[in-house]
């Protein structure tokens, strides 16, 4: 084998970079039969290096959401590691190697899926950053070049043995008889001896308690770090620290942390952290809720004047309710609302004629009657004369925002 092994299996002699790659093509991982999710790509690369499948599956779905390549390197992993009951791989199979148990037109799914998420997955559509997909294949391969270093010599796989079938012979001849011709009641034989009883096991070792890793205290440490220094570049009027970019270099930190603590068994309280924060990352990036300034809460404007309405109300996060029916008949008003999630709340006086332009990214709208609800659906537009028909007060409405409930009703 390649690198060369000594008489326990142990990896020997990986001096370079050629040799290492050469060592993990011969001896790369097993998809298990037992403890897989999709493939058994995580748990076939958790089992290969002794590191928990879950901090794998954390990496992969931390390489899909940074920059989308966690799903083509986990479809690459479907397509040349082979099962455990299985000659080759599903790629080699599809050439004639052997045997597989992945079909050959599932294979040939896998392919054709494989270079639309590479595309996908390495252009600048996706991600916090741009060349996203770069990184992460650079972190992943980094990582997994680094573990066949340091425990390649570990659980290496043994491909399977094909089962022959031995069949009895029959020999023809005379049948054996006892040589002395002594009667058996005369054979002198040993006396019976007693039922075997095995040795009592030896009492088992105590387990000797883990030590705590002081790796996922240091990477929480410098999360908060890199989280604090974004917040003050934030403060300090530099655009490009965005609550996207913050959760993605938050996360990157994190992604460090749990590549480190594979190789020394530690950091993975750090996994509690990084799930929450890649499904906040996943709404934050779908859904520019950034793009809403004003602040966070409630806020409730009831202008009693046309000249106490502001021709801009603006929030970033929480519940906004502006009531319009406080206003004299008489002077035309125009206003717009952005905010950019939770509810918002507009109250317009019974007789106003009002002139209506609602729209959300992602949520439910009801804006005089007009609706809709779903992602990007397109603005609703509209115009309500109210119960006396044409001649109340004249309001011009606009309201936009990114995620939640927008609603425009009479009161």
């Known amino acids: 084998m390649s690198g060369g092994t000594d008489q326990q299996g142990k990896v020997s002699g990986l001096s370079g970079f050629e040799e290492t790659i050469k060592d993990f093509w011969a001896s790369r991982p097993r998809r298990p039969a037992r403890g897989r999710k999709v493939a058994g790509v ?5 089992n290969r290096y002794g590191i928990d499948p879950v901090i794998v599956r954390v990496a992969f779905v931390a390489a899909g959401v940074f920059g989308g390549i966690g799903l083509v390197l986990y479809v690459l992993g479907w397509l040349f590691f082979a099962g455990e009951g299985d000659e080759v791989s599903a790629f080699e199979s599809l050439i004639g190697r052997g045997r597989s148990s992945v079909s050959r037109g599932f294979a040939i799914v896998l392919i054709i899926a494989f270079f639309p998420l590479a595309s996908w997955a390495f252009s600048s559509s996706w991600g916090w950053f741009d060349g996203g997909g ?4 650079a972190l992943l391969v980094t990582a997994l070049y680094l573990l066949h270093r340091s425990r390649g010599q ?7 043995v094909e089962e022959t079938m031995t069949y009895p012979t029959s020999t023809s001849g005379p049948a054996v008889t006892d040589p002395l011709g002594a009667a058996p009641l005369a054979w002198d034989l040993p006396d019976p001896q007693s039922a075997y009883s095995p040795p009592p096991e030896p009492p088992r070792p105590r387990r000797r308690r883990r030590e705590r890793s002081k790796v996922g205290v240091a990477t929480f440490g410098a999360a908060l770090l890199v989280a604090g220094g974004g917040a003050a570049g934030a403060a300090l009027g530099v655009d490009w620290f965005s609550v996207q970019h913050i959760v993605g270099l938050v996360l990157g930190t994190l992604g460090i942390g ?19 924060l890649s499904i906040a990352g996943v709404v934050l990036t779908s859904v520019p809720v950034t793009e809403y300034r004003g602040g966070f ?14 021709p801009v109300y603006e929030h970033t996060a929480g519940d906004m309710r502006l009531d319009l029916t406080r206003l004299p008949a008489g002077t035309p008003v125009t206003t717009t609302v952005r905010a950019g999630a939770g509810r918002t709340t507009v109250v317009v006086p019974e007789t106003a004629d009002v002139r209506y332009t609602c729209e959300i990214d992602a949520g439910n709208v009801d804006c005089l009657g007009g609706r809709s609800d779903g992602i990007n659906r397109g603005p609703v537009r509209g115009e309500d004369l109210g119960t006396d028909g044409r001649g109340g007060p004249q309001i011009d409405l606009n ?4 995620a939640g409930d927008i609603e425009v009703r009479r009161g």
Do not use: K, W, Y
């Open 154 to 160: 570990d659980n290496r796989p043994v491909a399977p």
């Open 42 to 46: 995580a748990a076939a690369i958790g």
């Open 134 to 137: 770069i990184i992460g294949l």
């Open 297 to 310: 809460g409630d806020v409730d404007a009831s202008p009693a004047t046309a000249a106490e309405v502001l």
């Open 258 to 276: 749990l590549v480190t603590g594979a190789f020394v068994r530690g950091g993975r309280g750090l996994i509690a952290l990084a799930v929450p």
């Open 399 to 402: 309201v936009s925002q990114g």
